[in-house]
């Protein structure tokens, strides 16, 4: 590579020992500036960032799309363009050899970059069941992109211009092991059910669907199905149908063992355990009456704060 080019990059953390510095690494041939938004670790996260030349702040977390919206408005970015990474995604050489070679050099309209992530799950490229490749939006010209306003699944969408696609490689490759993906799942699945409990009840501000947004046409499409038409089938016969057009239809069972298990736990596991969150939420909102009642009661269910002060 010829040297950085004019790119922040914002990583999101809490106890991220394990993989940041790993994330690091791979950035910083092309990152001109590097922020890592940490959320009060207890780990060594902070100092493994310092020590590797990131500038870290520190926020209070609520949820992904607060905190990614805080470090866009809050950190000192000085560059053209803006990249949103995951402490454990890795940016392959190939896509570090494109940044550098093409994104100097768009036209002023294109203002967003979309990428071709891989899920990496137990060593293995999942490379079937609709799982690759996953296209999001992921770097954007500084000021013409925001963050949807959600508990789960959130993505970014342009204010103006358009994307276009590079295509090198964009890993989401975790170290950690299963008792840490439930555990994670289980978090994401109480935060996704709280999302689909206030579209039915219209309980807090959320921003308005992707379909009307510049973004990626694939996130669109499957917010649009969502939202319309797996939501509102009964969870016991959508996660089972869900998971049969995964492994069975879009070919998942050609991931081998490592695949089965990413399949049943991503695919119907944890679809299962959204739709028995979102039932046992309604059950509970249904026995209150006032809005603070309400809250008490989703917060006490999902472990999620609703104010964010």
């Known amino acids: 590579m010829s040297g950085r080019v004019s790119i922040a990059v914002l990583i999101l953390t809490y106890n991220e020992s394990v993989h940041l510095s790993r994330a ?57 363009w803006v990249m949103r990474l995951d402490a454990d995604e890795i940016v392959e050489q ?31 490229f999942i490379r079937f069941g609709g799982r690759y490749p996953l296209k999001l939006l992921r770097i954007w010209r500084r000021g013409k992109a925001r963050i949807e306003d959600r508990w ?8 103006e211009g358009h994307t276009l696609d590079f295509a090198g490689g964009f890993a989401d490759h975790n170290l950690f092991d299963l008792t840490y993906f439930t555990e994670k799942h289980n978090r994401y699945a109480s935060r996704e059910a709280l999302d689909v409990l206030n579209q039915r009840m219209q309980l807090f501000d959320a921003q308005s669907s992707l379909a009307t947004k510049e973004t990626v046409q694939q996130a669109r499409v499957k917010r649009m199905l969502k939202e319309l038409v797996y939501n509102r089938i009964p969870y016991e016969i959508s996660a089972a149908a869900y998971f049969f057009y995964r492994y069975v239809v879009l070919l998942g069972f050609l991931d081998g063992r490592e695949g089965f298990n990413y399949h049943i736990l991503q695919g119907f596991w944890y679809r299962f355990l959204v739709g028995a969150k979102l039932r046992e939420l309604e059950a509970a909102v249904r026995t209150v009456s006032t809005k603070e009642e309400i809250y008490k009661e989703i917060e006490r269910l999902t472990r999620q704060r609703l104010d964010a002060d």
């Open 152 to 159: 789960m699944d959130e993505h970014m969408y342009l204010t």
């Open 94 to 124: 190939d896509l570090a050899e494109e940044i550098v070679k093409r994104l100097p050099n768009l036209p002023d309209d294109v203002t967003g970059i979309n990428l071709n992530r891989k899920t990496i799950f137990q060593g293995k």
């Open 24 to 80: 690091l690494r791979h950035i910083s041939g092309f990152a001109r500036e590097i922020f890592v938004i940490d959320s009060y670790s207890t780990d060594t996260t902070v100092e493994i960032a310092q020590a590797q030349g990131a500038t870290v702040l520190q926020h209070k977390f609520q949820n992904h799309a607060k905190q990614m919206e805080w470090a866009i408005e809050n950190a000192p970015i000085s560059t053209d």
